[in-house]
């Protein structure tokens, strides 16, 4: 059984239809890009996922469970973890008590809190950390949690060219365990390229191709809509 | 990151106001009897609202509540059987804790009232109920209920020093209560839940749930204060449970800093007390003056006038 099912889903705004008979599964243990231009639907998609927005129609079960619709933290406690592109953190507390709210055991915050790097600041208020480090932040508190699928809606946005490669290497390691399936959307192909995992495009709502990213490039339909080639 | 006022600090507080009645006689432990159950209605405010982010301006709801229970009850009024001034105290918070609880629910279930419209919310509530008792003849309308039996101390009526004391033990045993819970998990849970809602939903918390406890809990307190209030007073009175006690017990938190816990409490009384002074003063324009010095804070200092002493006091005592 795959871990994340969608079938046929759809959601409307009003008149308009920012997910157009999505289906698509993620296997546990899976590393998987979502790419595709401004407003083709990916982050309503993740949304859909989180239990932010409910679909228009359609289904979405994580391990055969029905989560279409149902709220946040419910869908949080069945194993769903998402990273915001705008890192979304407790500006008034310490990174400690950060992953105290997060993590199941302390345990579990250390070992994220060691993962990331941030264990040297685990003192530090978060609000006064720079834009990288707040990303780290979050990234250590929903890895804190042991989810069974991680969202990370543009983890890199912000970040330097060393924090880039430095979450790189972090995603494919917290990936390669085996237990935490992972779903990236990004814009930054040679970030993509350096995850090398399956990328699925889409656009106006629907997904048009999955494939590798060697695949994806020399797709002329691909080329058409997200890179702007004739 | 949110401080705590250290134990030695908060004992000394409670010492001092213990030695109240042997050095400034029975006018002023009266009147400090009554303060310190202002200050416990001002914990219960910064619980909700310093610690949970809920902004609620209608908390005197939930101590008129507490009143009036108390009132009905010990005056035999819901049977002599239900009189007992002790089960009183306990019936009248946990009929606060519920009507917290029944506002919680719905002011948070589905898509939740937050921010300015919660704070809209549970003023509107406020004034309807004090409205309504106001018309209700059943419940002594505008005069409200006299005779409410004092609180059976064996001791003469017109000492004031028992009552005090035991008015000082309950707001203490409270205090320490609730500083020792906010200094668990639970308490960065809720510092979470003001910070950033949303996030923490996203980590499989139940906005709702905490909300709805942590307001219930709140009542609780405020529903104690106001019962042992109507059993000191000997008098429970629309006034206790509208808008009016509701928005200066917003102004004690507020000038004392609401997030820090001992700092709302000695708000409460130093506002309370301060009052006075500014009347004796200024005579009709002290509320002016009152007014006036809320808003420079809430603009000045949003943290409040005692808190950062406190805490300054707090680090220099841990050294």
Avoid at chain 1, 30 to 48: I, R
Avoid at chain 1, 49 to 59: D, F, Q, W
Avoid at chain 2, 156 to 171: G, I, K
């Amino acid at each position: 059984m795959a871990l994340l099912e969608l079938r046929d889903v759809h959601r409307d705004f009003g008149g308009v239809r920012a997910v157009d008979g999505v289906s698509m599964t993620l296997d546990a243990g899976a590393l998987h890009a979502l790419v595709g231009p401004n407003g083709c639907g990916k982050s309503t998609l993740f949304n859909l996922v989180t239990g932010a927005i409910a679909p228009t129609s359609g289904s979405i079960s994580l391990r055969g469970i029905e989560i279409g619709g149902q709220p946040p933290h419910r869908i949080a406690r069945l194993g769903v973890a998402c990273k915001f592109q705008v890192a979304s953190v407790f500006d008034e507390l310490t990174v400690e008590q950060n992953l105290s709210v997060a993590a199941h055991s302390s345990a579990d915050a250390d070992r994220e809190l060691a993962r990331t790097g941030l264990a040297r600041l685990r003192h530090s208020v978060a609000g006064m950390l720079s834009h990288g480090q707040r990303q780290w932040l979050e990234l250590a508190m929903v890895l804190a949690r042991r989810p069974a699928l991680l969202l990370l809606d543009e983890p890199t946005a912000g970040m330097t060219a060393a924090e880039t490669a430095a979450t790189v290497d972090l995603i494919r390691t917290v990936a390669a365990d085996g237990n935490l399936a992972v779903w990236v959307i990004e814009h930054d192909v040679g970030f993509l390229e350096k995850l090398s995992c399956p990328v699925t495009v889409m656009a106006r709502g629907r997904v048009v191709r999955t494939g590798t990213m060697a695949e994806i490039r020399s797709d002329p339909h691909v080329q058409k809509i997200y890179f702007g080639a004739e | 990151m949110i401080a705590r006022v250290p134990l030695a600090i908060s004992l000394a507080v409670f010492v001092a106001l213990a030695a109240l009645p042997w050095l400034a006689g029975d006018y002023w432990t009266g009147q400090f009897t009554r303060s310190l159950l202002y200050g416990l209605l001002a914990l219960s405010l910064a619980l909700v609202w310093g610690r949970g982010g809920m902004l609620c301006l209608g908390q005197g709801m939930f101590f008129g509540t507490g009143g009036y229970v108390m009132a009905l009850l010990t005056m035999g009024k819901l049977g002599p059987g239900l009189a007992d001034a002790w089960l009183a105290l306990i019936v009248a918070a946990a009929s606060a804790a519920a009507l917290a609880a029944i506002v919680g629910v719905f002011v948070f279930w589905g898509a939740s009232i937050s921010g300015p419209y919660f704070a809209i919310v549970t003023l509107a509530i406020a004034v309807v109920l004090e409205q309504s008792i106001r018309s209700n003849y059943g419940l002594g309308g505008d005069n409200g209920l006299v005779g409410v039996p004092p609180l059976p101390l064996g001791t003469s009526a017109f000492d004031a020093t028992p009552p005090y004391l035991l008015v000082l033990v309950v707001v203490a045993a409270a205090y320490f209560t609730l500083d020792a819970t906010l200094s668990r998990r639970i308490g960065l849970v809720l510092d979470a839940l003001r910070v950033n809602p949303n996030r923490l939903a996203y980590l499989g918390y139940s906005l709702f749930a905490w909300r709805v406890a942590t307001f219930a809990a709140g009542g609780a307190l405020a529903g104690l204060a106001g019962a042992l209030f109507v059993a000191v007073d000997g008098f429970a009175s629309p006034t206790l449970i509208g808008f009016g006690l509701s928005a200066e017990a917003l102004i004690w938190v507020a000038l004392g800093g609401r997030t820090v816990l001992m700092a709302a409490l000695l708000g409460a009384l130093a506002v309370r007390h301060g009052e006075a002074l500014l009347a004796a003063w200024l005579g009709d324009w002290w509320l002016l003056a009152l007014g006036s010095v809320f808003v420079l804070v809430a603009v000045a200092a949003p943290a409040g006038l005692l808190a950062a002493p406190l805490l300054w006091l707090g680090a220099r005592v841990r050294r």
